[in-house]
């Protein structure tokens, strides 16, 4: 097994390009299955274990895929399954999103319910909700939920998300898409990674509007095509690396991400009393000698990212002051905290709140990975703890992160990745 090895006080310092997106490469890989023939090319695709388990899945289901160079090739003109087994769902909840675009190709769909994760529950409730406004039957049995086409067709019609879910927002825009006649979403999640899976479908000839709103409409098409398209950078890789730079007294010019996808975050930093520039294609920021404890409350696009709550956590360890931290989207996304806690942080939790006291010096220990933003939060803490941090069970991050021990030792850090065993 892989874990890095960090030895912290090292400023970063330095530019670094931010990879693709991965919460955007997902649902644009699921939405190849809609085009019945021709090749997809896909650029800036990240090279990451999450990419790899959804090709694993799409070729389970008949689909040709190479990846090269942060490209993908795909054809789904051979589709010879349409069920999506336990064994890979398990391993990565975001292969829900075959559920819409089977069931619109194919009229059926039989898709293993995803289980949990480290932070809690993660239902799917509001997924099986907008198939069946849509005209599916559904029933769940033995752990799968089994999708089948009332009519031919699926039929248009207006979904009302009680809560904004960006995996739910996605399954029924690719399901809604070659419906008959109109959909209309109400409180879809605006994320920049759904803006992105928007302008995908429409490149392949959807019709689509309201795009980068909570409201999105949807005249169904009769037939999609495989295009050429480029992902979206990763707003959430980018963010990390900025933290890297903060909670370092570093410097760092981060180039590709769009800087209003992070607006919420940049004004954070600020707000922590970092130097922030942009530009349309880049993101620069200069820490502070002292930061300032910052509150940040987690919601949906555009407030702050849930995806960024545990990297804040670790940064906030070493500002001056007391900051609460509050997730509304995970109440118990908290994992890492503990472990922030051996390394010497003193974090409370009350009620859902983090209370984090600081500034706190931190040692370095070895600390275990519990999932992929807990892992990115302990190697940001691992940069400014003294002494040797390693952080365990690193398989965690490889699942959104490019090798960001290469950015962070380009960047001036002193980490590299190991091997080790553990006790059986
Ligand atoms: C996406 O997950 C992201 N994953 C997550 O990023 C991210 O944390 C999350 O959106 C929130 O922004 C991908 O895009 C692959 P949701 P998703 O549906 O779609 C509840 C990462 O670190 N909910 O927006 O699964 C749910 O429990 C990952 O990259 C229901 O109740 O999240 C949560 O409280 C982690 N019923 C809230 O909605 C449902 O049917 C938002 O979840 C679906 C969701």
């Given at each position: 097994m892989?874990?890095?090895?960090?030895?912290?006080?090292?400023?970063?310092?330095g530019?670094?390009a931010?990879?693709?997106s991965?919460?955007?490469?997902?649902?644009?890989?699921?939405?190849?299955?809609?085009a019945?023939d021709?090749i997809?090319?896909?650029?800036?695709?990240?090279?990451?274990?999450?990419?790899?388990?959804?090709?694993?899945?799409?070729?389970?289901?008949?689909?040709e895929?190479?990846?090269?160079?942060?490209?993908?090739?795909?054809?789904?003109?051979?589709?010879?399954?349409?069920?999506?087994?336990?064994e890979?769902?398990?391993?990565m909840?975001?292969?829900?999103?075959?559920?819409?675009p089977?069931?619109?190709?194919?009229?059926?769909?039989r898709?293993?319910?995803?289980?949990?994760?480290?932070?809690?529950?993660?239902p799917?409730?509001?997924?099986?909700?907008?198939?069946?406004?849509?005209?599916?039957?559904?029933?769940?049995?033995?752990?799968?939920?089994d999708a089948?086409?009332?009519?031919?067709r699926?039929?248009?019609?207006?979904?009302?998300?009680p809560?904004?879910?960006v995996?739910?927002?996605?399954?029924?825009?690719?399901?809604a898409?070659?419906?008959?006649?109109?959909?209309v979403?109400?409180n879809?999640?605006a994320?920049?990674?759904?803006?992105?899976?928007?302008?995908?479908?429409?490149?392949m000839?959807?019709?689509?509007?309201?795009?980068?709103?909570m409201?999105?409409?949807?005249?169904?098409v009769?037939?999609?095509?495989?295009?050429?398209?480029e992902?979206?950078?990763?707003?959430?890789?980018?963010?990390?690396?900025?933290?890297?730079?903060?909670?370092?007294?570093?410097?760092?010019?981060?180039?590709?991400?769009r800087?209003?996808?992070?607006?919420?975050?940049?004004k954070?930093f600020?707000?922590?009393?970092?130097?922030?520039?942009?530009?349309?294609?880049?993101?620069?920021?200069?820490?502070?000698e002292?930061?300032?404890a910052t509150?940040?409350?987690a919601?949906?696009?555009?407030?702050?990212?849930?995806?960024?709550?545990?990297?804040?956590?670790a940064?906030m360890?070493?500002?001056?002051?007391?900051s609460?931290?509050?997730?509304?989207?995970?109440?118990?996304?908290?994992?890492?905290?503990?472990?922030?806690?051996?390394?010497?942080?003193?974090i409370?939790?009350?009620?859902?709140?983090?209370?984090?006291h600081?500034?706190?010096?931190?040692?370095?220990?070895?600390?275990?990975?519990?999932?992929?933003r807990?892992s990115?939060?302990?190697?940001?803490?691992?940069?400014v703890?003294?002494?040797?941090?390693?952080?365990?069970?690193?398989?965690?991050?490889?699942?959104?992160?490019?090798?960001?021990?290469?950015?962070?030792?380009?960047?001036?850090?002193?980490?590299?990745?190991?091997?080790?065993?553990?006790?059986?």
């Open positions: 892989d874990k890095l090895v960090i030895r912290g006080g090292k400023r970063i310092s530019t670094i931010a990879s693709g991965k919460n955007s490469a997902l649902p644009v890989i699921a939405a190849t299955l809609l019945p021709g997809f090319t896909i650029n800036r695709i990240p090279d990451l274990q999450d990419v790899r388990t959804f090709s694993q899945l799409l070729e389970h289901l008949g689909a895929i190479s990846f090269s160079e942060n490209i993908l090739r795909v054809s789904t003109s051979n589709l010879r399954n349409d069920e999506a087994p336990y890979l769902v398990k391993k909840r975001a292969s829900i999103y075959v559920l819409g089977l069931l619109a190709r194919f009229g059926h769909a898709v293993s319910l995803p289980g949990g994760c480290a932070f809690g529950p993660r799917v409730d509001l997924h099986i909700m907008a198939m069946e406004k849509l005209g599916a039957e559904i029933t769940i049995e033995k752990g799968y939920i089948k086409v009332k009519g031919d699926l039929q248009g019609t207006t979904i009302d998300f809560i904004s879910s995996g739910a927002t996605g399954n029924a825009l690719m399901a898409v070659t419906a008959e006649g109109t959909t979403l109400n879809a999640a994320e920049p990674e759904i803006e992105c899976l928007c302008q995908f479908l429409q490149a000839g959807a019709n689509i509007s309201g795009i980068g709103t409201t999105l409409v949807v005249e169904g009769d037939r999609l095509n495989a295009v050429s398209f992902n979206i950078f990763d707003r959430i890789e980018a963010g990390t690396l900025l933290a890297s730079a903060a909670i370092t007294r570093g410097e760092i010019t981060v180039t590709g991400v800087p209003s996808h992070l607006d919420s975050v940049l954070a600020q707000a922590a009393g970092c130097i922030v520039t942009s530009g349309s294609d880049y993101v620069s920021l200069t820490a502070p002292k930061l300032l509150d940040i409350t919601n949906p696009y555009p407030s702050f990212p849930t995806d960024m709550q545990a990297q804040w956590m940064l360890t070493q500002a001056d002051g007391t609460n931290i509050i997730d509304k989207i995970y109440h118990e996304r908290f994992n890492h905290i503990p472990e922030l806690n051996r390394l010497g942080a003193h409370d939790i009350r009620e859902n709140q983090a209370v984090v600081g500034p706190k010096a931190l040692t370095g220990t070895k600390v275990m990975s519990t999932d992929l807990a990115a939060c302990l190697v940001l803490a691992g940069l703890a003294c002494e040797t941090t390693e952080v365990l069970r690193v398989y965690h991050l490889d699942r959104g992160y490019e090798r960001i021990e290469r950015k962070l030792s380009a960047l001036g850090a002193d980490i590299e990745r190991d091997r080790y065993q553990e006790f059986s």
